[in-house]
Every structure is written in C-alpha cells, then in structure tokens.
C-alpha cells in the first residue's frame, strides 16, 4: 500500500462516527451506509438508528477493468433472504458505476481521474424483487474523488526569451516564469510549486516561490557576452522528494547600454586629394570604434576650430567621418595642410558618464596632388557692348586665358562656331581678341551669346569654354512711321473749320536713351486738310475747309512728315489715305462709293451702258476672229505618213497577212541598218538645235539587249527626242539566227516554195489566212 493510501486511511479513520454519535445528514433514513475501506472489505454500520453517509471518498487512481470496490449500500429491510433489490441511478450509474443489485456493493468500472470530474452524484434505491415496489424512498449520496499527485508541473512554452540591460544591479529583475499544475489546489501539496534555477548561475537567481528570474552577478557586460542560456525548474509536493518536476528554458539577452566610448585605433590619418577635386566632393574617410550598437554607437565628428578648406560629416550608415573640401585646392599656392577632428557619442548615459571621457581626438594630414588643369578665364561670364553701325572687322572685346599650372603653357582661343551659326564674330587665336565678321544689325538681334574655347597648346584635351554675352548698342538708322494702317474718311457736307477726322501716331524699332520724341508735319501747304501735333507722340488731322464731294473727289492723298528727335535725325513721308463718304446728321459714315452721275454734255445713263454693250459685243467678235484664224493656221501633229510614233491603228481580224501593215512602214523596226535621216517631232519646238547624229549601225550578232541599251541610251541623251510619255519603240529580230528572220514581210522571194495547203485543215481560226496565202501562191505560180 502506497503513502498515499496510508495518508488517506488515517483521515477517514478520523472520520468515522463512534456509538452514541449522529450525523446530521439526512436523518430518519432506514438505509445503513456501509464503506469500503480496505481488502479485506470490512463493514462498518449501524444497526440500531436508521442513517446514512450522504459522501463516499474514493482515491482517483480507483478503478480500472477489475471493476475495483468503492462501497456498499445495505437497508433494514434487508432481512438477507434475497427479496430486496438495490438499484443505482445518477451521474455515472450502469457505465462507470455499477451495483450489486443482492448485496449492494458498489463498483468502478475504470480509472477515476479528478482532473476530469471530482464529484458524482447518485441516486440509490430499495425494492422488492417480487413487486418492485419502493422499500424506502430514493437517497442521494455524492462519491467525491480524492486527489493524488497524478500530474507534473507544466509551464506554458519550452523556451521563453526575455532581455535584460547590461550592467544591472545585482537583483534587478528579468522575467517572472510561472507554471501550472492540474492537481488540486486545496488539497495537499499536490499543486504546490517550488522553483529552481538548473541552469544559469551565477548570472542569474530564481525566486522559488513566484517563479522570477533576477540578476545575480554585477556589471555583465554585454561587449563580453550577450546571450545567456537559463533553465528553471518547477517542483511540486513543495518541492519534497518524490514530488513530479518540469522545466523550461529561458533566453536571456543583454541589451545595449552607452557604456564604452568611441576610440580611435590610430590617431593620425593621411590623407591624399588631386587638385581638381570639386568643391563639396570627399577625399577620404576616418573611422573611430565603439563596440555598442544601435543608437548607443552613433558618433559624430567635427574639426576642431573649424577649417576654412576642409569640412568633415558623419556618415550615419557607417559611422564614419568624410572629410570633403570647402573650396577648391591649388597645388601651386598650398600643397600640405594638418587638422585636428574630435569624435564623440550623440546619446550618452548619465549612470557612465561619471570617470569616463566619451570623446577621443585624431589629426589628419592632407596631401594635394598636382594635375595638368585646363586653361581658367580671367572673367566668366563676358559683357561686352558694341554699336550696331560697327563695320565689318571692327574691335568688339578681348578674353583672356591662363594655364594655372606651374608650366604656364601657352593658350589659345577659338570661337564654338554652334553658338556664332551666322559667323558674325572672329576671335584671334593668340592674343584672344573679338572682332565682327559682318555688320550689325540691333534691330535684327539685341544680344549675341558665343562661347570662346581656350586650350593649350601642348594638350589639345584640356579644355576651357567661356560665355560671352555682347550687347548691341542702338543707333539711330530707322526712320519712324505710321503705327498702323488707318482708315480715314471725311464727310461730304463737313462745315468749314477745324475738324477732327483722325488721330495718328508712329513707332520706330530703335530705342533711345531718353525715349521717343515723335514730330509731324505736312510736307507742303495744303488747302484741305492741316495737321496738329500734340507733341505726345500722335497728332490730330483736320479739315481746313468744308464742302468734300464725292463727284469732284473720292479719295485725297495726305504725305504726312514723321521726324524722330535722335542724332542723326530720321524722318519718313508716310501718307494717309483719306475717303470722302456720305454722313447722316451725326457724322456716321453711310457710303463711300462715288456716285454714277451724267456727263456734261448731257449723255444719259441709258446712253452709257447702250455704248458699253456695243464695245463688249465688238470685243467678242474680234476674239472670234482670232480663234477662228488661228484654228486654220494650226498645223496638224502628223503630217506625213512616215511619222506613225503616236498612230495606233485597230483591227480586229484574226489574222490580216499583209493588209495590216499597209499603215505604217515597218522597215524602220525591221532593219535598222537603213533607217532614214533623224526626223524632229512637228508638234513642239525645240528649245535648241543640235546636229544631226546617225545612229551606229548594228553589227551581226549583236546580243537584243545590247541593241535595246544602246538605242535607249541614245535616246535618253538626245536632246531632240520626244517627250518622256512618247512611245519609243526598239524591234530587232536579230541578225544571227540560223532561222534567219520568221516575218513574212521580207518572204516575196521564197514564199513561192511555199505549200500553204496545209492552212485549211486548221480550221475557220485560219480561213482568212489561208486564203490569203494559198491565193498569193496561185498568183506566183501563174
């Protein structure tokens, strides 16, 4: 028997009731209570009073497939003949409880588990195995589970991770690790925890109790290790032996405080730079150590006092101080220069400041290394002036260049002809002297902008370009004139007096110093109109008389004199047009056309246009005659037979033997060798004429592509040859075949031996040709 069990049978030996006792639970029942306790199934019960235990106790490793005992239920009424029955209902009853309906003994049919149910409610009942009836009324009685230490300790995860800054006081507090156990609370020491630390002394502790992890070890150092492995352990049964553990890891890490200052690991650098570096660019970089990390290692650099050349930054990526040039490096003036940078953390821990200098100091040397630079200006950008009346070759401006290496090499200059595209500019190549190629013109173009190329002489490569800007002065060359075209008109029945019929004013393209000063005036005296300056750059024309007409005057010429006020003087004559019109009463024009009005000596207006008719009509006949003469005087585009280039003749026979060549003479094409002299075309003139040129005969055998070549290009090079959409035409049938020529033009020597029979058994396609040929024999026979 176990401790357990021992333990378990001391307390109901407690409980058990003594005679003369009672229990108050459920008083007045019949049914004596009878519990189970040992082996040997000893009773312990009252006969005297009816009464019962309303509980029954049962360790919950009970059970299992030998249906082990739990209790046993007896009545008075049970006078051990057989006739009572005992049945059992409630939680459990017939599958996990069964009872021995003769004796009433109790049984558990499997394991109890408290864990999963630590109380079950029954109901039991006494009958009479014949009637059934009721014996004694139902009682109810509770079998509750009695824990034991069935269940370890379980914490939550297998490994836990936590962190902790380094350099904590000893007892500073980690994580609070805390595990679980199914067992009862209530009970014993089942559920009872006590923890311990397996692994991770002497950094760490445990309290035993709550199950928290503190530091046990003064200034850990996070530079020297930062991860820590720790175990704890969970006893329960308070930690006694026998008790069930578990255990669980804890990764511990110690985070990063600003305890280590940067440092230098050499405190002098050496640094090189060429002389052309740019302003603003890096020439090198410097790195000072600081083993914490993140926000803790950023560092910041500066020189100190400052520099008037040099600057250095932080590079917030890799911590590390560029220093970068302030303005530009000569080699020629200053070759060696030395400061100093002090470096030091950005964030800093008050707790570690305290006997520690958080700064660290480095000196630089730099060293600038000479290089061929191209030539530099004396000025960039130029301006220069110059009058647009300045003549060709004219002095504009000077430029001048230097090589600012030590070799002074020599220079020279050269215009970029992309920006002077009109090459009105010349430079001279030595002394860098800008002169004009062309005159002038400030109308045309205000500013020209050219760039002018320094280099040198002894290194094409290097290379120089300067702006410059020249500005062209004005001159007085333009006369001023009218501002605008203006439509002018005065009206017939204008009263006599000075009346406003216009307003003028003028523009000119120059532009003097002190603005325009605009002066008119009429060139002669003139009786109908007079002119007002206003002195205001317009001037006001007026009427000298009244009494305008149309039928006199329609339209007056008016020169006006326009006078600018600059040296030397420009002036112009424009003149106003001006219309007489009819008014109404208000001086708005109606109409400006003149009127149609009798001639003087009394010709009506039916008289006018019967003259006109007549003129129109003699015109027509004259034209008539003309065309009509020139229509007979017309010669014809073919005159003579011989010319048939454009004479397209249609037939439609099957076949017309020698009838279809009565049109034109086919001995042309047929044999070059005796084509007749050239022949112009009669049907255009030429522009000029050229001598006769034979063409060259054909020689035997020629080749038919030969032959076409050659009379296509003696055609394409005669200047007397038709146009070029005449028809030309090249038929040669060769002079070299065996076959000699197949044209029945040239067989009236041989077509005698001819038998031409055969040409009627072709059929009706051949009628017509058959009996031509076949006639033609019969003629020659005869």
């Not at 195995?129 to 914490?155: G, V």
């Not at 800007?469 to 001023?480: G, H, Q, R, S, W």
Request: net charge negative; with cysteine.
């Amino acid at each position: 028997m176990t401790t357990n069990k021992l333990l378990f049978l001391l307390l109901l030996l407690l409980c058990i009731p003594f005679p003369g006792e009672s229990l108050p639970l459920n008083p007045g029942n019949n049914i004596g209570n009878l519990f189970g306790i040992s082996d040997n199934e000893k009773i312990l019960h009252r006969s005297k009073r009816g009464w019962m235990w309303n509980q029954f106790f049962l360790l919950e490793e009970y059970g299992g497939n030998d249906h082990q005992y739990v209790g046993k239920l007896h009545s008075n009424m049970d006078k051990g003949d057989g006739n009572v029955r005992y049945e059992l209902t409630g939680d459990g009853a017939g599958t996990l409880f069964l009872i021995d309906e003769k004796s009433g003994d109790i049984h558990a049919t499997k394991r109890l588990d408290r864990e999963e149910k630590a109380m079950y409610i029954l109901h039991a009942k006494v009958l009479d195995r014949t009637t059934l009836a009721e014996l004694e009324p139902d009682t109810e009685f509770n079998i509750k589970i009695h824990d034991i230490n069935d269940n370890e300790p379980r914490f939550a995860k297998d490994v836990f991770f936590a962190s902790v800054p380094e350099m904590s006081e000893v007892g500073t507090s980690v994580v609070t690790i805390t595990a679980t156990d199914a067992d009862d609370q209530t009970y014993g020491n089942s559920a009872k925890l006590v923890y311990s630390i397996l692994q991770g002394q002497p950094y760490f502790s445990v309290d035993s109790e709550n199950g928290t992890i503190k530091t046990a070890l003064p200034g850990m150092d996070r530079e020297v290790k930062e991860q820590y492995q720790v175990v704890i352990q969970a006893k329960d049964m308070a930690g006694q032996m026998g008790g069930l553990s578990g255990t669980t890891t804890v990764s511990i890490t110690l985070t990063d405080v600003n305890d280590s200052p940067p440092r230098f690991a050499n405190h002098s650098f050496r640094v090189t730079a060429t002389e052309s570096t740019e302003v603003g660019g890096a020439i090198g970089r410097i790195k000072a150590d600081d083993p914490d990390i993140g926000r803790n290692a950023e560092m910041e650099y500066t020189i100190v006092g400052g520099h008037d050349t040099f600057n250095i930054i932080t590079d917030q990526t890799t911590q590390e101080g560029v220093v970068i040039i302030k303005k530009r490096l000569d080699y020629e003036t200053k070759r060696d220069y030395e400061f100093r940078v002090e470096v030091q953390n950005t964030y800093l821990d008050a707790r570690f400041i305290h006997g520690l200098q958080f700064k660290d100091y480095a000196t630089v040397k730099v060293t600038v290394e000479d290089v061929d630079e191209p030539p530099v200006f004396g000025r960039n950008p130029y301006i220069i002036e110059v009058h647009e009346d300045t003549a060709a070759g004219s002095f504009v401006g000077v430029v001048s260049a230097r090589d600012p290496d030590a070799g002074n090499k020599p220079v020279k200059y050269s215009i970029d002809r992309h920006t002077d595209l009109e090459r009105l500019f010349n430079v001279d190549s030595v002394n860098g002297t800008i002169t004009t190629l062309k005159a002038l013109d400030r109308e045309m173009s205000k500013w020209h902008n050219i760039s002018v190329v320094a280099t040198e002489i002894n290194n094409p490569r290097q290379t120089t370009r300067v702006p410059v800007f020249i500005k062209v002065l004005d001159v007085n060359d333009n006369a001023p004139e009218f501002a605008m075209s203006y439509d002018t008109f005065v009206c017939e029945r204008v009263k006599a007096g000075q009346v406003l019929i216009q307003t003028i004013s003028a523009v000119d393209t120059d532009e003097p110093l002190v603005g325009h000063k605009f002066v008119f005036s009429i060139s002669s005296t003139n009786p109908n109109f007079t002119i007002d300056d206003k002195e205001d750059n317009t001037a006001n024309i007026l009427t000298r008389r009244g009494g305008f007409s149309r039928r006199e005057m329609s339209v007056y010429f008016l020169p006006i004199v326009i006078s600018d006020n600059d040296y030397p003087i420009q002036s112009s004559t424009s003149t106003l047009v001006i219309r007489v019109c009819a008014c109404d009463s208000r001086g708005n024009m109606q109409s400006c056309s003149p009127e149609v009005l009798p001639f003087s000596d009394g010709l009506t207006t039916g008289a006018l246009v019967a003259i006109l008719l007549c003129v129109c009509i003699l015109l027509m006949i004259v034209v008539l005659f003309a065309a009509l003469r020139r229509q007979r005087k017309k010669e014809p585009l073919i005159i003579s037979k011989e010319d048939v280039r454009d004479n397209v003749v249609s037939y439609n026979d099957e076949g017309g033997g020698e009838e279809d060549t009565q049109a034109f003479d086919i001995g042309t094409l047929r044999n070059p060798e005796v084509m007749d002299a050239n022949k112009l075309r009669r049907d255009i003139i030429p522009e000029m004429l050229f001598p006769f040129r034979r063409t060259s005969p054909i020689k035997d055998n020629t080749d038919v592509r030969d032959f076409i070549n050659g009379r296509l290009h003696e055609n394409d090079s005669d200047p007397t040859a038709p146009p070029y959409d005449s028809l030309a035409t090249y038929a040669y049938e060769g002079s070299g075949s065996l076959a000699e020529s197949l044209s029945s033009l040239e067989s009236a020597a041989t077509e005698g031996d001819q038998d031409y029979d055969y040409l009627s058994n072709w059929g009706p396609q051949f009628k017509k040709l058959a009996e031509m040929y076949i006639g033609k024999t019969q003629e020659l026979d005869t």
